[in-house]
């Protein structure tokens, strides 16, 4: 665990460039534990390519990233959810032909213990561990109000709910910070209030820290902490919601030169 004091997740002088393109140049900031911090940006800001640095999709050119003051960048790509980082996606990953709460169950297998061979086997650890996960699952399903379709097969939900799906396999590694990568896309109005009231359930009831990349403003400002603005790469904005909103150099990366 992170000491105290120690942020949960520091970025320092994160950089990456794709061919020519300096897609982040020089990135920092820190997430501490128990908050929920929004990343916003015009769209190329760099929001995803710093989320797949997080994730270890991409390896950054320069800068580190330590996550309970331990170095992130030197661990596995497999090991990250080990590690105690979940991630959603912007384009839903899920087993459509399966039920709700089998996807939700594959989410959790990256955290069990018994090995290949206890599993061909079907020994009582992997039963024992089988039950667990189930009991799990079971409980963010009802968590996320999605009992009532948990054995429905996911192809025959609303988008809505099919992105409550990803989001319940994500929790269901028991993730310490949870990488959520526009969650409202997609969704109506009053999804979104809902939406809302589930993230700070996340924090509040599953002491889950949660960083959203996120174009739905009203959403963001009103359900994090801490804001962090890219553009072009670069940090231009880092503090309250209200501070952020107030910057002029937010202002215009949103509406242009000429707004601030």
């Not at 940006?41 to 710093?50: E, H, I, S, V």
């Not at 809302?196 to 599953?206: A, F, G, H, S």
Request: aromatic share 4%; net charge positive.
């Amino acid at each position: 665990m992170a000491a105290e004091g120690t942020p949960l997740l520091s970025v320092r002088d994160l950089s990456i460039r794709f061919g020519g393109i300096v897609a982040l140049d020089g990135v920092g900031f820190d997430v501490r534990a128990g908050a929920i911090t929004g990343l916003i940006g015009p769209n190329g800001a760099g929001k995803t390519t710093l989320f797949n640095c997080l994730s270890r999709l991409y390896r950054p050119s320069s800068g580190t990233i330590a996550f309970e003051g331990r170095p992130l960048l030197d661990v596995p790509r497999h090991r990250i959810a080990q590690l105690g980082i979940g991630r959603t996606f912007q384009n839903l990953a899920l087993f459509r032909a399966m039920s709700v709460l089998d996807n939700v169950r594959v989410g959790g297998h990256c955290r069990m213990r018994a090995g290949f061979l206890a599993h061909a086997l079907g020994l009582r650890p992997v039963a024992r561990e089988e039950a667990d996960l189930r009991a799990e699952a079971e409980r963010l399903i009802d968590l996320l109000d999605l009992g009532p379709v948990a054995h429905h097969p996911v192809a025959a939900l609303p988008f809505g709910t099919q992105k409550r799906v990803e989001l319940a396999r994500a929790l269901v590694t028991r993730p310490k910070l949870l990488l959520l990568d526009e969650p409202a896309g997609g969704l109506n109005h009053e999804e979104v209030d809902q939406l809302r009231t589930r993230i700070r359930d996340i924090r509040d009831r599953l002491g889950v820290t949660v960083l959203l990349v996120e174009h739905h403003m009203n959403l963001v400002m009103t359900v994090s902490d801490q804001v962090v603005a890219l553009n072009f790469g670069r940090i231009i904005a880092d503090g309250p919601p209200a501070m952020v909103r107030a910057d002029p150099g937010v202002v215009r990366a949103y509406l242009g030169e000429h707004a601030a």
